[in-house]
């Protein structure tokens, strides 16, 4: 049976509120979230009901705990089908977090099964699924710019062009997500500032004044990150980013530049630290949707 081969693109959260807790225990969240063109690619070959999952990054399980694996079940179970899938995942966005690999992953998998089992579903239809899955798994149901509400799945797309360079800073990783919010919560919790994604979003402040609550926390966690996090600032503000910020809970971060050369000179400062970039670009939500699915051949 052929394969077909889909695009699974990384994102960063361009800023990110801590609102509150919520009554599960999450926290809740406005985040706004913007797609790269990072990307992994999924290969998926339909199988008469296994499910298989392999990839070529060592840190990525080859087995029914990743999360793109649980989807695949999950969508079997949705579609009532006993017809399996094998997936294989070709890894570059990284294992260090904050980008949300796995989640699109997952993501990528729900959607391109909607689409070969001709199901129809669409974000409407598999939102639900995709919820249960994780809290940054939604959001890659949408793409390109938009606010996430609540655990950060509540998402609002949003008409928001974005053109600026991007030069993303895979993170070392060693960063839990579940730790970086208990520190949080250790440290004071949410401050109760008026929101900058808001004011951004009326045109009343820039890009660069928005914060990522958690960077404290998580650099806290991680000396490590911390030196990397002063190392990335320096470099950005050398070179006159628009915006430096953590993605997520880290432990990636992103510097945005208004030229190609001025992104071009951080990077180099960057490499020469011995610190890992790549450059990328913002991806639409039309292209997210066109760009989805690579042709077959
Ligand atoms: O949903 P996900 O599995 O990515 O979340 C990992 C952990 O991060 C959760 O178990 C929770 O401790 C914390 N979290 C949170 N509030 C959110 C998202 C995650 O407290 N909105």
């Not at 008026?194 to 009326?202: C, G, H, K």
């Not at 945005?256 to 020469?272: I, K, P, Q, T």
Request: glycine share 14%.
């Amino acid at each position: 049976m052929s394969t077909r081969r889909f695009r699974s693109f990384a994102k960063i959260n361009l800023g990110l509120e801590v609102i509150g807790k919520l009554p599960n225990g999450y926290h809740e969240l406005k985040t706004l979230f913007a797609t790269t063109t990072l990307h992994d690619t999924i290969d998926i070959t339909p199988t008469r009901g296994a499910i298989s999952i392999r990839s070529d990054h060592p840190g990525v399980p080859g087995d029914e705990t990743n999360l793109a694996h649980r989807a695949a079940v999950a969508m079997q179970r949705l579609a009532g089908r006993r017809s399996g899938v094998a997936l294989v995942i070709h890894k570059r966005i990284g294992v260090g977090g904050g980008l949300g690999g796995g989640s699109s992953n997952a993501a990528t998998v729900l959607r391109a099964l909607d689409l070969i089992w001709g199901l129809g579903l669409g974000p409407k239809g598999l939102i639900e699924t995709a919820k249960s899955l994780g809290a940054d798994v939604p959001y890659f149901l949408f793409g390109g710019p938009a606010l996430g509400l609540g655990r950060g799945d509540d998402i609002r797309p949003l008409d928001l062009r974005l053109d600026q360079k991007v030069l993303l800073v895979p993170g070392p990783g060693g960063v839990s997500t579940a730790r970086v919010f208990k520190r949080f919560g250790e440290d004071g919790g949410p401050s109760g500032a008026p929101s900058r994604i808001d004011s951004f979003l009326r045109r009343s402040l820039s890009l660069g004044t928005l914060r990522n609550d958690l960077e404290r926390a998580a650099t806290e966690e991680s000396p490590a990150l911390s030196e990397i996090a002063r190392r990335i600032r320096r470099a950005g503000r050398g070179a006159g980013a628009v915006q430096a910020a953590m993605s997520g809970s880290g432990s990636s971060f992103f510097l945005l530049f208004h030229d190609a050369a001025s992104r071009a000179a951080a990077g180099a400062e960057l490499r020469d630290a011995s610190i890992p970039v790549v450059r990328c670009s913002f991806v639409s939500r039309r292209s997210y949707v066109n760009r989805f699915e690579i042709t077959r051949s």
